[in-house]
């Protein structure tokens, strides 16, 4: 049973205050609240057994170490790799893509080869391969979107070449919140034996992630986003490409020998976690997943679709809004303006009236370009939310334009 009140109540910071309102927190793509659970887990791991990992022969790091392997193991559980060591721990998805992007480049691409990646992309998933494509004197490829915010994938068979040697999408688009058919785009580029990285940074808190069905390459998220704390992500990759790629940072605990003359590397998946590692992190990753299963992954989805009908209907009745990724096949973000009113303008009074959503171009200027504008009001929803709160931020758009025009 999907208790509302009970989860509502394991999320400290749904019961502040915000200039004396009650908090409604729509800022969900940017951020999501922690439960109690991943707080204590955290707090424990500091007052209790905090100690670095894999270098000590005491009780306290034995323990550290074995809580942080478990953690990958957890991870490795939740999205249905084949082993751990194809699961990479890292400072988050941004972290995760540069990963990939240098390390996949220096092994694989040369001068004139191409990458391809969509025009829905945030920054993080295209400045990477930029910065490479520079490097290596390649070309970066866009799949154009269309006026509804979905993937023109007709252009897809002319896009993917002889000359591409990856292929990088988001699983479901930050700013939009439209969800891109990837196990499409990853068969088709497996046709022609072109492996794919999936952004899974706004999908893997909205549904069941299953790496090994999708058959992507490398599959990355940031565990801020997913009920976990920050400083903290992860990289998924096959085996076969993990252990042809080269690692991007040098130092402590990725290496197997050392000498002046030559260094050897250490196994997956460590030769891709140089220095002290933010195990702490994992530890409180590894418990919000174990929170969201316990939750009930099918719960959560119900729970955001049904919030998401009811947004969609609140929104339609309310004139002089325009919404931006105008499909049915999209997680709870609706990204918005209001007529005559800059985003920032209505941003700033939503927040007087103790509603917090996202302003601007949420890290994807190309996106915004696509629509002629600079940015939109971006209310993003997860299991946590009510309707209740719905109707406040309804409430509160009419008071931005009573206030504003």
């Excluded at 955290?42 to 209790?48: C, P």
């Excluded at 023109?152 to 891109?180: P, R």
């Excluded at 997913?226 to 998924?236: E, Q, R």
């Excluded at 490409?241 to 690692?247: A, F």
């Amino acid at each position: 049973m999907f208790d509302i009140d009970k989860i509502r109540s394991d999320f400290p910071v749904l019961s502040c205050t915000v200039y004396g309102k009650k908090l409604v927190y729509f800022d969900n793509g940017a951020t999501t609240q922690k439960p109690k659970q991943v707080i204590n887990a955290i707090t424990e791991a500091y007052s209790k057994y905090y100690s670095n990992i894999h270098r000590g022969v005491h009780a306290l790091s034995d323990i550290s170490s074995e809580k942080y392997e478990s953690a990958r193991e957890r991870i490795r559980s939740f999205i249905n790799a084949s082993a751990k060591e194809e699961i990479v721990f890292t400072s988050g998805t941004t972290a995760s893509i540069n990963l990939v992007a240098f390390s996949f480049g220096e092994r694989y691409i040369s001068q004139g080869d191409e990458v391809l990646i969509s025009e829905l992309e945030h920054h993080a998933n295209i400045v990477p391969w930029q910065m490479m494509c520079e490097r290596k004197d390649a070309h970066l490829r866009v799949i154009p979107v269309n006026d509804d915010g979905t993937l023109h994938l007709e252009d897809l068979d002319h896009l993917i070449t002889e000359k591409t040697k990856i292929v990088a999408v988001s699983q479901v688009s930050n700013a939009l919140g439209v969800i891109v058919p990837v196990k499409e785009i990853i068969e088709k580029a497996h046709e022609k034996n072109i492996p794919v990285l999936v952004d899974g940074a706004q999908g893997i808190q909205h549904g069941h992630v299953d790496v090994r069905k999708l058959d992507c390459d490398f599959y990355v998220f940031s565990g801020h986003k997913v009920y976990g704390p920050t400083g903290i992500g992860v990289l998924y990759g096959k085996r076969e490409w993990l252990e042809e790629m080269p690692p991007c940072q040098g130092g402590g605990d990725m290496v197997e020998r050392v000498t002046f003359e030559k260094t050897t590397y250490n196994e997956l998946p460590f030769k891709f976690e140089a220095g002290t590692v933010n195990f702490v992190g994992a530890i409180g990753l590894a418990t919000a997943l174990e929170y969201i299963e316990a939750t009930g992954m099918d719960n959560i989805v119900r729970q955001e679709a049904d919030l998401k009908v009811y947004a969609d209907e609140r929104i339609k009745a309310t004139g002089g809004i325009r919404v931006y990724g105008n499909t049915q096949n999209k997680i709870s973000i609706i990204s918005f303006l209001i007529d005559k009113i800059h985003p920032y303008d209505a941003g700033l009074i939503l927040d007087k009236m103790g509603i917090a959503v996202r302003t601007g171009s949420h890290c994807a200027q190309p996106i915004m370009a696509r629509f002629g504008i600079d940015g939109t009001i971006r209310a993003s929803l997860c299991f946590y939310n009510t309707r209740e709160e719905i109707d406040i931020l309804i409430a509160g758009i009419e008071k931005v334009k009573s206030m504003m025009l």
